[in-house]
């Protein structure tokens, strides 16, 4: 069965909230890239600025999670960016695929109620709206390739969560 038109504009509206997260998030990236600075402090200053000024906008709970997941997990996600990158090197991309990238392949590798799928369209939505008109498909053909690894990915995450969560048991 096929979706019809109306049911994938439902479907987008009830992503939309998590989209503004993304693309926040995008922003946030790139933003403390630009200037060089701790991208964990920026959104902290962010939060802080969303409620001292009503006119800034909150940061939403998922733009918190994907900006603190990406820089927690920054080694893993940039070396596997790189693993799939082709006579390219990740500082050779545009700023703003590297942090659409980021996000993609931290939300296939840790953002279980994210479908693959999801992850990878939203990445290419964002590519199309933020970035050169090649990006779309430069960010759909690395994130197909991540894709393909992704579930053992997390699969070895939840094995070493539940050795350490068992370790933990047996010391208390």
Do not use: C
């Not at 509206?13 to 200037?35: N, P, S, T, Y």
């Not at 996000?103 to 990445?123: M, T």
């Amino acid at each position: 069965m096929t979706d019809s038109p109306a049911d994938k504009k439902g479907s987008f509206k009830k992503l939309g909230a998590r989209h503004k997260a993304r693309r926040r998030a995008v922003d946030l990236l790139f933003e403390a890239e630009a200037r060089d600075v701790d991208v964990s402090e920026l959104l902290s200053d962010r939060a802080d600025l969303a409620t001292r000024d009503q006119s800034v906008a909150p940061v939403h709970a998922y733009t918190t999670t994907l900006v603190e997941g990406v820089a927690d997990d920054l080694d893993r996600v940039d070396g596997t960016i790189e693993g799939y990158l082709q006579d390219w090197t990740l500082q050779r991309l545009p700023a703003v695929d590297r942090a659409i990238l980021r996000i993609a392949v931290w939300e296939l590798f840790h953002a279980v109620d994210v479908p693959p799928v999801v992850a990878v369209d939203e990445a290419v939505e964002l590519a199309k709206e933020l970035s050169t008109d090649d990006s779309p498909s430069f960010v759909n053909g690395v994130l197909g390739q991540v894709v393909q690894v992704a579930p053992q990915v997390r699969a070895a995450a939840a094995a070493t969560a539940a050795t350490k969560a068992a370790r933990g048991e047996s010391e208390s």
